[in-house]
């Protein structure tokens, strides 16, 4: 059943439907006036004037950027126009078996790109709460799970929708590489899950092992004639060691932010920092190590799941405790399975806290630059990717809704 | 007599005098919200015994000296909200005997709930109790404040409604509806029965088999007791419905015992039933859903409160155990996103609960003679940054977010990184300085 | 064209056809006043014979209509099936025949070099099954279970005991859930990826390598078609990257989302065996086949022998051809085994393997009336019997 928008919000979008399609099948130009736009990383513009073309952004300005000659105008009067969203840490629909591959703990050449499927149901209600890129990782029962890809929220194929393969190599440091892993009783081994590590120390040391053989890998100048080339999986640490390839650790509670840090100075890797609830405990650490975190779901009261016996207890201040010390840091909806669209958990962030525009930017434009993608999403600016959303109102309040969602220049939402 | 006699005195008269008010309070605020009338700009509420007085602009008051000023001028205020329906802070709501209409939830309900302290947090101050939906006949309900040590001191109302439930936990839809018609219909033959039995009585009085002085003593059953009364209409009776399969047998039901519905989620498919709905109900607290067509095989969201709506049919919202759900502001939100007005939505919160608890004339508004139930907030109440600073049930401060322990907890963390960093100074360098 | 002349040799003939003891070196001429020779997914291209006969010699078809030499005739054996239609028997191109458990090696998942064939029993009850439902060839597929099953066969039923008539024709692979085995490696989509890969790349680049990447090589080089069980968008995928990373065209078995993926399918050269389709699917999946056709991409089903016909019906009521549907039960699966020389056609030089109908086997109201394997009568009736009982006249409900 679809509801009944209001009338304005039917014009516009029905509108922009029809004409950004055409618009993009024909290579014209699209100019959307009179909003309030808020770029990213910059203070909000009022009467402002968004031009696309070719599925790039081509200009933005202020009320004296008037919209091209020829080009078609749709009026966002009362409306704001925002970046489309960035979710840096996206569960997709797959099933968890899919995501992670258990037949070794150690996977750090898998491609959870194998395994998207463009029309599952995450990434049509991501599209239409405003999102428009998603990072994608393998899952979390691996010490190191393999391979994530950066993707747009659209399409019918995902070489299609990918726009950075192999963006990162998931870590995950807790309880949950070690659960339903059995211990031998009794002498019998009948399952490869004996082999797996059992505890934390188990986990921990599955990830030195790794890393110490790419160490190695990587200082062997010379091989004799007859070795065996490193695993596919051993080059895949040696890029991470080399900052090739970007490691994201998750870890949740203190003990586990404090060992991924130091796992991290041993090998001298740079990590990103996922998940993070106690991060609060740890914020001068994290604030002295430069670490960039991304904080998963921070509207929920727990963390839900087998994920909870990490004991990890999220506090509603740890937004406004990361800002204050200066910690870099994004907002994602991660691993919880209560987390809520995007833009809401930016929203209960402020509530908590945080100022609104570092809120908005932590979605945004803090999520390309961590991606290594700013130069194409993440903001409007000349030049970049038209991705961006029109929302009925400032996006923080809880009554927005996104209106039009677009990818490319492309209308990629479903009308509500 | 001295001063500090006459102070001790008045002291103790004050403390003896059970603490449900004092005289005269005076609430100053930016805005005033009463929901049935125009909203006030830099307003007074005067508050007496508990009750509300006077509301006006602050230009047109003039606070009585002996009054207690809350100082609110650069905050909003309103009436605290009204839940009509709501099975948290008991220590177990659901019995796993279908058929128990003689419970009552006053011998449930944990008054140290911290479900109570998180209503407070969220501004609610009048909450409708019952039991929980697992239930057949669950037993009667009592209207709360969520304030109190004990539950008397809690009791606004009590046996206000007889809880029952067409919710299938074990055995078919099929199952269930039959075995609600025969546990009313059992209720039934025994008022029958009960009622023979008197008349019998009365006509061997009459006939003077029995002494004329005798009187009929025997009394209905306990345990059947509040069954009749639901009968009989003297109680009202709260259905839950969980999704539209059910609905035709409770509008069924609803029309033979007069009773409110409270209506789960899954209601797309009932829009032209919904129509014959000829009373207000309470939505369950998630109200926003997603379905998967099994054509398509494409999601859709529904929202069953915009449903209602374009059904025409008043509507109380209910606040969920735990997550965004039980936060008012984020259920009013996601009314006004699926198209409500914001009045609608207020509204769902505050006069339609209250009408459906026969209590609008105590709560629901700010309104002269209206128990003087207020939340004072930072701001819009459909802000997501708003907080409820002050709540105050019937003249007395009961919550404040600054001494509120749970919010200390959340956000110590955060206050102590925001505190200027005072520079250490090491003790040791002090005694080489000799300081 | 010849009438049957009721002679002195029709109880010779019943008594021969009934016992079919095989007739040594004895030709058989089969007459209809239809007969389908092979199917074409282009109409026009039905190669089809009106009041016509084939001639069977040693179980194959050894002349066709006006090819057939006077005195051939004249020496056979006749069998008249009157204005029946005789068109090539079905192939069941993928089939366990209830023999899952034989056909995949549960402990490890990479088995590229095991036979199918040595775990095929001539009497096997599900070959009973074949040509009552007018199957007269199948392939012998290994188990979902593995990500490299094994090497298939190809066989036929018969009226006491199926055959293998090629034992090593294609290779089975899988993605598929049952593939993926929290027990043992893969236990994801992402790690049968990665396992083919791998194995397809030391099969194509490495030096000294074994039987079971030996096997890679022939499918690579084109010399074995390879079959992969793939039902969702991502495994199809993951399938089809395969194939265009080490040059062959797959052959999907199952294929439920290839709608998703038409244009890939169509460039890589696919084919798919799709699973039997039933009343009960989403009309999304009913017109699935007509969509595969109108993108040129060749398939057919598998699934239980007595769907088959169903599944051709149900798929023409939603926008396939009925040649193609047709075709689909015989050619296509023929070709996609590389057994289009012996089966799925009644040209010279195939076995007769033939069903004969009452109308057209799509309509289901159609009446089966026989089964011919080897150019023996597998099931039904010989010619005199089902004139007897073709006039049933049905009156009722008065």
Redesign the interface.
């Known amino acids: 059943?679809?509801?009944?928008?209001?009338t304005s919000a039917l014009r516009t979008g029905a509108a922009l439907m029809a004409l950004t399609v055409f618009a993009s099948a024909q290579q014209a130009v699209t100019a959307y006036t009179n909003a309030t736009i808020l770029p990213g990383g910059k203070p909000a513009m009022s009467n402002a004037t968004l031009v696309v073309s070719g599925g790039k952004v081509i200009a933005l300005g202020g009320s004296a950027l008037k919209a091209p000659e020829g080009a078609i105008v749709i009026d966002c009067k009362g409306k704001t126009i925002t970046p489309g969203l960035i979710d840096a840490s996206f569960q997709s629909g797959?099933k968890s078996?899919?995501?992670?591959?258990?037949?070794?703990e150690v996977?750090p050449?898998?491609?959870?790109l194998?395994?998207?499927?463009?029309?599952d149901?995450r990434f049509?209600?991501a599209r239409?709460a405003g999102v428009t890129t998603v990072h994608v990782m393998?899952g979390t029962r691996n010490v190191i799970g393999?391979l994530g890809c950066v993707l747009k929220t659209h399409g019918?194929?995902?070489k299609e929708m990918v726009i950075k393969e192999d963006a990162s190599m998931r870590i995950v440091m807790g309880a949950e590489p070690s659960m339903s892993n059995r211990a031998i009783r009794g002498g019998r081994v009948n399952?490869?899950y004996y082999r797996r590590p059992t505890t934390r120390m188990g986990v921990i040391w599955a990830v030195r092992r790794a890393f110490y053989d790419a160490k190695e890998a990587l200082n062997k100048t010379q091989g004799a004639p007859g070795d065996a080339p490193p695993s596919?999986g051993t080059q895949i640490l040696t890029q991470v060691l080399q900052g090739k390839v970007t490691a994201v650790t998750t870890a949740r509670s203190e003990q586990d932010l404090r060992t991924a840090l130091r796992i991290a100075d041993e090998f001298g890797y740079q990590t990103i920092i996922d998940e993070a609830q106690d991060a609060?405990?740890v914020?001068d650490e994290l604030a002295g190590k430069k670490a960039v975190v991304m904080l998963g779901a921070p509207?929920?009261?727990a963390v839900a799941g087998s994920a909870r016996s990490d004991g990890a207890a999220p506090?509603?201040?740890?937004v406004?405790?990361l800002a204050?010390?200066g910690i870099t840091f994004v907002i994602t909806t991660g691993t919880n399975t209560?987390a809520?669209p995007l833009i809401?958990e930016a929203?209960?962030a402020?509530?908590?806290?945080l100022g609104p525009q570092q809120a908005l930017d932590a979605i945004t434009i803090e999520p390309a630059k961590l991606l290594g993608l700013s130069d194409r999403i993440g903001s409007l600016a000349p030049g970049k990717d038209a991705d961006f959303v029109i929302w009925s109102q400032n996006p923080?309040?809880?009554?927005?809704?996104a209106e039009s969602v677009l990818i490319n220049g492309q209308s990629v939402s479903q009308p509500? | 007599m001295n001063h500090s006699f006459l102070r001790i005195a008045i002291a103790c008269t004050a403390i003896a005098i059970p603490a449900i008010s004092q005289d005269l309070v005076a609430i100053k605020a930016k805005t005033i919200h009463t929901i049935t009338g125009p909203s006030i700009t830099d307003g007074v509420i005067l508050l007496q015994n508990g009750r509300i007085q006077k509301i006006a602009k602050a230009a047109d008051v003039e606070i009585p000296w002996s009054a207690t000023v809350i100082d609110a001028s650069d905050k909003v205020v309103m009436p605290t909200y009204v839940l009509a329906h709501s099975s948290g802070g008991m220590r177990g709501a659901n019995e796993s005997m279908q058929n128990v209409p003689w419970l009552s939830v006053a011998d449930a309900v944990d008054p140290a709930s911290t479900y109570f302290e998180g209503m407070l947090r969220n501004g609610v101050g009048t909450i409708h109790v019952l039991p929980g939906n697992n239930t057949l006949m669950a037993g009667s309900g009592m209207v709360l404040r969520p304030f109190g040590r004990t539950v008397e001191d809690m009791t606004v109302a009590d046996n206000t409604g007889m809880k029952l439930s067409l919710m299938t936990s074990n055995g078919s839809r099929l199952q269930k509806i039959r075995e609600m018609r025969r546990a009313i219909q059992s209720i039934r033959e025994y008022l029958a029965n009960y009622e023979r039995e008197k008349a019998e009585f009365e006509k061997e009085k009459a006939a003077g088999a029995i002494p004329a002085d005798k009187k009929w003593e025997k009394e209905i059953d306990r345990k059947q007791k509040a069954a009749v009364e639901l009968i009989e209409k003297k109680m009202k009776g709260w259905l839950y419905v969980p999704s539209f399969a059910e609905l035709d047998e409770a509008l069924r039901m609803s029309k033979e015992l007069d009773l409110n519905m409270v209506l789960g989620a899954n209601l797309d498919e009932a829009m032209p039933l919904l129509t014959k709905l000829k009373r207000p109900v309470v939505l369950d607290a998630t109200i926003e859903y997603f379905e998967t067509d099994p054509e398509t095989r494409k999601e859709e969201q529904h929202c069953s409160a915009r449903m209602l709506a374009d059904a025409g049919v008043p509507f109380a919202l209910s606040l969920g155990s735990a997550g965004p759900t039980s936060y008012p502001w984020w259920q009013l939100g996601t009314c006004m996103r699926n198209g409500l007005s914001r009045q609608q939505a207020l509204a769902a919160l505050t006069m339609v609960p209250a009408k459906m608890l026969g209590l609008d004339d105590q709560v629901g508004s700010l309104a002269v003679g209206k128990l003087g139930n207020i939340q004072i907030l930072s701001g819009d109440p459909t802000s997501a940054t708003t907080w409820v600073e002050t709540v105050v049930l019937e003249g007395e401060v009961v919550y404040e977010r600054k001494t509120d322990p749970r919010l200390q907890y959340l956000f110590e963390a955060a206050e102590k990184a925001a505190a200027p960093q005072t520079p250490k100074v090491d003790d040791n360098k002090k005694k080489d300085e000799g300081q | 064209m010849q009438i049957l002349n009721q002679n002195r040799t029709t109880g010779a003939l019943l008594l021969t056809t009934l016992l079919a003891v095989p007739t040594a070196a004895q030709d058989v001429l089969v007459q209809a006043s239809k007969i389908i020779v092979a199917y074409s997914t282009e109409a026009p291209n039905n190669m089809v014979l009106k009041d016509s006969a084939l001639l069977i010699r040693n179980g194959k078809i050894a002349f066709v209509g006006a090819d057939i030499p006077a005195e051939a005739r004249r020496a056979a054996r006749v069998i008249d099936y009157g204005n029946a239609t005789i068109s090539p028997g079905f192939v069941l191109a993928a089939t366990t025949l209830g023999r899952d458990v034989d056909l995949g090696e549960g402990a490890i998942a990479f088995t590229p070099d095991l036979l199918t064939a040595d775990a095929f029993d001539p009497w096997l009850e599900q070959l009973d099954t074949l040509a009552p439902a007018g199957v007269t060839s199948f392939g012998l597929v290994p188990s979902a279970r593995n990500v490299a099953g094994g090497i298939g066969a190809v066989g036929k039923p018969g009226l006491e005991q199926g055959r293998l008539i090629a034992p090593e024709v294609f290779v089975g692979f899988s993605v598929s859930r049952s593939a993926r085995n929290q027990e043992r490696q893969p236990t994801s989509l992402m790690g049968a990826h990665q396992m083919l890969r791998e194995s397809f790349t030391e099969a194509r680049d490495g030096v000294k390598i074994g039987p079971d990447l030996a096997i890679l090589r022939q499918v690579m080089s084109g010399q074995r078609p390879a079959f992969f069980y793939a039902d969702t968008f991502a495994e199809i995928n993951a399938v089809l990257d395969i194939g265009a990373s080490f040059n062959f065209a797959p052959i999907i078995l199952g294929g439920g989302q290839s709608e998703r993926v038409i244009e890939k399918l169509a460039k890589r050269g696919a084919g798919i065996v799709l699973n039997t389709l039933s009343p009960m699917m989403r009309r999304a999946d009913l017109e699935l086949p007509a969509k595969l056709n109108k993108a040129g991409i060749p398939f057919c089903f598998a699934g239980r022998p007595d769907q088959l016909r169903l599944s051709a019906a149900l798929a023409v009521r939603n926008g396939l051809s009925r040649s193609t549907a047709s075709t689909a039960l015989t050619r296509t699966p023929a070709t996609m085994l590389g057994q289009q020389a012996n089966v799925g056609a009644l040209r010279t030089g195939c076995g007769a393997d033939f069903v004969v109908f009452q109308g057209d086997f799509i309509d289901l109201s159609a009446r089966h009336i026989a089964t011919w394997v080897d150019g023996k009568l597998a099931h039904g009736a010989s010619a005199k019997q089902a004139m007897k009982t073709r006039n049933t006249n049905l009156t009722g409900g008065r």
């Not at chain 1, 050449?109 to 959870?112: D, I, K, P, T, W």
């Open positions: 059943m679809t509801r009944l928008l209001p797959t078996e899919d995501l992670n591959e258990q037949s070794d996977t050449h898998l491609r959870v194998d395994s998207i499927d463009p029309e149901p049509q209600r239409n393998p393999g019918t194929d995902p399952s490869m596919p609060y405990m914020a509207s929920a009261e506090r509603a201040g740890t406004a405790v204050a010390k209560a809520l809401n929203m209960f402020v509530r908590n806290g923080l309040d809880p009554a927005a809704v509500r």
